[in-house]
């Protein structure tokens, strides 16, 4: 991955007098060059609104959130660029299924499945609606008093009963590291008639996706998480299924007709994107795509998971400390969370600052997660195309002062 660093503007700077050190990318990526330079472009070329307008700006600015959106079509694998749908990120692409087909088709007595692994965004707008429909949410087990065992695969057959209307889950455990089977756990929630959801916030940037070859139904990602801007996502789902849902936001770009009795919608996507888009957003993510292409993602998720490997390794050298997720030989993502005995992760994360390390420490959007593993919190260091095994040396070296200093107090 030489020269991957350079196109990061952000990397080139010290933090408390040191070389920084960003291991927080679960939490959000950075940006290289030609996204920033994509978003310049746009608001000192053609930042005018998209669809309604005939003068020239309009029309380029249509261009280019129209051309956006196909490209995200085609960096998941999806079939038709009116599969996409632009949102804020992943939680608001959960949020438009759970308002839209959720309560389009939700009964008492149906079930919606989840995993234990999910993160609140994926876990949250499921027990809302199972309280508003009358519905059942269940959650497939996890293995292991570390999560190292993953998905209980036994649980899930039995849990999947004609009664599941819909198997949401994550891809990647944005706490555990853990990379979830899609194709697989998918295949048997098509075998009883359920429809999936598959939360790519942690996968879209650091591996291939094929949402056609996954066979999921749904697909939701974030901009900010795979090197693009924040404020920016996207949802995939079938256009058999999109064509045939009411929107639940109104107003402004998603009408054909308007009178003072009602209104008509325009066909999907539009009738789902109410108001002025995001569009420098979109055209960003654009950008992000060609990016992470040009570099290759089979590349990136062999480095990402090499250094979740070695960091892990390393890690479990560390005296009382205990790591989540797979354990050492298995294959995990570039996500590592710890806990130091004794040290509070706040407490982590504030004096590995000193050190210029950029590390996140608490429950991860995960409490329910956390509880299960009888844990108020973690560390987690996180790893992207841009991250090198010398820096989890320093990350080694920055826990082992930090467990000397507690220990002396």
Request: aromatic residues 6%; proline residues 4%; glycine residues 10%.
């Amino acid at each position: 991955m030489r020269g991957i660093r350079e196109a990061f503007p952000i990397l080139h700077q010290s933090v408390n007098g040191k070389p920084l050190v960003y291991l927080d990318n679960a939490a959000t990526t950075q940006k290289p060059r030609a996204v920033i330079d994509a978003l310049v472009h746009y608001y000192e070329r053609d930042n005018s609104n998209v669809h309604r307008g005939l003068h020239a700006l309009s029309m380029r600015a249509t261009d280019g959130y129209e051309g956006a959106r196909a490209r995200v079509a085609r960096f998941i694998g999806a079939a038709d660029p009116c599969e996409i749908l632009f949102t804020r990120g992943t939680t608001e692409s959960v949020n438009l299924v759970a308002q839209t087909w959720g309560r389009a088709n939700l009964r008492p007595g149906d079930v919606v499945l989840a995993t234990e692994m999910e993160h609140h965004g994926n876990l949250v707008p499921w027990q809302e609606l199972a309280r508003a429909s009358g519905a059942t949410l269940r959650l497939v087990p996890l293995l292991g008093e570390n999560g190292e065992g993953g998905l209980d695969l036994a649980a899930l057959d039995s849990l999947l009963t004609p009664q599941v209307k819909l198997f949401a889950f994550t891809h990647v455990s944005n706490t555990l590291g853990t990379i979830n089977p899609a194709a697989q756990l998918c295949a048997k929630a098509r075998a009883v008639g359920a429809l999936t959801l598959v939360d790519a916030a942690q996968s879209a940037g650091h591996q291939p996706i094929d949402v056609q070859a996954m066979g999921c139904d749904f697909l939701a990602i974030s901009g900010h998480k795979m090197c693009g801007p924040t404020g920016i996502g996207a949802l995939y789902g079938r256009r058999e299924l999109l064509e045939k849902l009411v929107p639940y936001e109104t107003g402004g770009g998603m009408v054909a007709t308007v009178s003072y009795d009602g209104a008509t919608w325009k066909p999907t996507p539009e009738r789902f994107e109410a108001g002025t888009p995001n569009i420098a957003g979109a055209i960003g993510l654009a950008a992000a795509c060609d990016y992470l292409d040009s570099v290759g993602r089979e590349h990136i998720a062999a480095h990402c998971h090499e250094l979740g490997r070695i960091a892990y390794e390393r890690l479990s050298e560390l005296p009382g400390i205990r790591l989540l997720g797979p354990a050492a030989g298995a294959e995990r993502s570039g996500i590592v969370s710890f806990a130091l005995a004794d040290v509070h992760a706040h407490d982590v994360v504030t004096f590995a600052d000193e050190d210029g390390l950029a590390l996140r420490g608490g429950h991860h959007c995960n409490q329910p997660l956390m509880h299960k593993l009888g844990l108020t919190s973690t560390t987690r260091a996180s790893f992207a195309l841009y991250n090198t095994a010398g820096e989890i040396d320093t990350l080694v070296a920055s826990l082992r002062r930090i467990q000397k200093f507690f220990a002396g107090q």
